[in-house]
T-cell receptor
Framework: NAGVTQTPKFQVLKTGQSMTLQCAQD?????MSWYRQDPGMGLRLIHY???????DQGEVPNGYNVSRSTTEDFPLRLLSAAPSQTSVYFC????????????FGSGTRLTVV | AQTVTQSQPEMSVQEAETVTLSCTYD???????LFWYKQPPSRQMILVIRQEAYKQQNATENRFSVNFQKAAKSFSLKISDSQLGDTAMYFC???????????FGAGTRLTVKP
């Protein structure tokens, strides 16, 4: 049982480059989310999805795109990387609208130079 | 907007002693869920304990227990018999019944000293 799989674990980008962070879950969870973690700010929601074909913005969506073509996958795209996007990114999934908590991936540490 | 506040950025405790981490939250909802997550140096987010707002009884998981005060909107985590493996960042989190947006506090970095 793999749970939530995130790739890559580490990435360095140059300003202006684009990239996609991959997230896959094998628990048949309806809900998937992307968070970013910054020192002193906890985790902040970027985008989330309540099911295939449905996505919505969270607290800090600017500069990021998502899509949900299948239940299993929820990739996060950085359109034009900026130093302010240097962060640790977590993908999470849940059933029952998160009432029993989220299952998190292992995170991606992204540095934009 | 719902907010979660952890007022202790860092704490330390001696091994085998008890420590309490504080969390307050702000919401106008009556039905919601509260969580404590542990993030060790490995970066993995691990669910420690969960509390349902409509249950008055405080949740307990082995050495971890909570003091849930709904009227005061307070949700503290008590760790008994602290172990070196408890050294981690701890996050308090909130989600209300009708929302998909789990809100997190800024975290408390706990160090257990031998």
């Amino acid at each position: 049982n793999a749970g939530v799989t995130q790739t890559p674990k580490f990435q360095v980008l140059k300003t202006g480059q684009s990239m996609t962070l991959q997230c896959a879950q094998d628990m048949n969870h309806e809900y998937m989310s992307w968070y970013r973690q910054d020192p002193g700010m906890g985790l902040r929601l970027i985008h989330y999805s309540v099911g295939a074909g449905i996505t919505d913005q969270g607290e800090v969506p600017n500069g990021y795109n998502v899509s949900r073509s299948t239940t299993e996958d929820f990739p996060l795209r950085l359109l034009s990387a900026a130093p302010s996007q240097t962060s640790v990114y977590f993908c999470a999934s849940s059933s029952n609208r998160g009432h029993y908590g989220y299952t998190f991936g292992s995170g991606t540490r992204l540095t934009v130079v | 907007a719902q907010t979660v506040t952890q007022s202790q950025p860092e704490m330390s405790v001696q091994e085998a002693e008890t420590v309490t981490l504080s969390c307050t939250y702000d919401t106008s909802e009556n039905n919601y869920y509260l969580f404590w997550y542990k993030q060790p140096p490995s970066r993995q987010m691990i669910l420690v304990i969960r509390q349902e707002a409509y249950k008055q009884q405080n949740a307990t998981e082995n050495r971890f227990s909570v003091n849930f005060q709904k009227a005061a909107k307070s949700f503290s985590l008590k760790i008994s018999d602290s172990q070196l493996g408890d050294t981690a960042m701890y996050f308090c989190a909130f989600i209300d019944y009708n929302n998909n947006d789990m809100r997190f506090g800024a975290g408390t970095r706990l160090t257990v000293k031998p």
